[in-house]
């Protein structure tokens, strides 16, 4: 069934523990997703980047996800992961997403507070949550690329004071916190400052973010949602996933259709989404 951000956060507070968000960028990994949340019998979220966009547009990637939630077993939320442009935001409201991510973190805190408060409002009014971004990850959204190693990383972690009152001025449901995690995938183990989310998760009072979930220990998922993260992107690790299964499916050489290969790399990334969300349930 189909449910909001802020709804299908609550469940992973109540259980004291965090729900993945997986990117769906087709067919394959949408079902995916969906599949092993069902034979687990947890919430999930299936999301959609901005950046991805380029591969499937939200009209037709969104309408799946969204078919693809109303149909399912368990709640699932859909959401617009880092919406970088007020368009994508607002084409995403339209089309009938129930989570929003604005990601302004790369304007000055001001300006992150103007847009977010505006997106926020929007949102609401049509039903939907919002997440936003305070402090920076050291990597963009990719999906595809290595990750490198930012000179001081902690120079951009949140603040939890700010993070007080960018919340209370814009309204939002879940904030995105940066403590020393990256998207893509990491050439070393990341050091994570869990003591960044333990203050943001007082000071705010709302549930946090983890982004670049991909590559973490299952010791560091586990300190992040003892400290109050409650939901945890993860993406790269799955794609990797599928792409080596497709590998490996082309190199066997048994077949000439692409779906076998797609199929092998679907069965690949549901095993490998279903491992991430039995650790982010805390088993
Ligand atoms: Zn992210």
Redesign the pocket.
Known sequence: MLVGLKEILKIAEADKNAVGMFNGTGFDSIRAVIEAAEELNRPVIIGHAEVHNVYSDISIVGAAMLAAAKAAKVPVCVHL??GVTLEMCYRALRIGFTGIMIDASALPYEENLAVTRQVTEAAHAMGADVEAELGK?STP?AGSTDCGSPTKPEDFYTDPDEAREFCEKTGIDALAVAFGTA?GFYKSQPKLDFSVVRNCAASTGIPLVM??GSGVSPDGFRQAIAAGIRKI?YYSYMSKAGYEAAARCIAAGSTKYLHDVEFAAYQAMKEDAKQAIRMFSGE
Request: glycine share 12%; charged share 25%.
């Open positions: 992961d880092h990850l959204e998207h982004h670049g992107n």
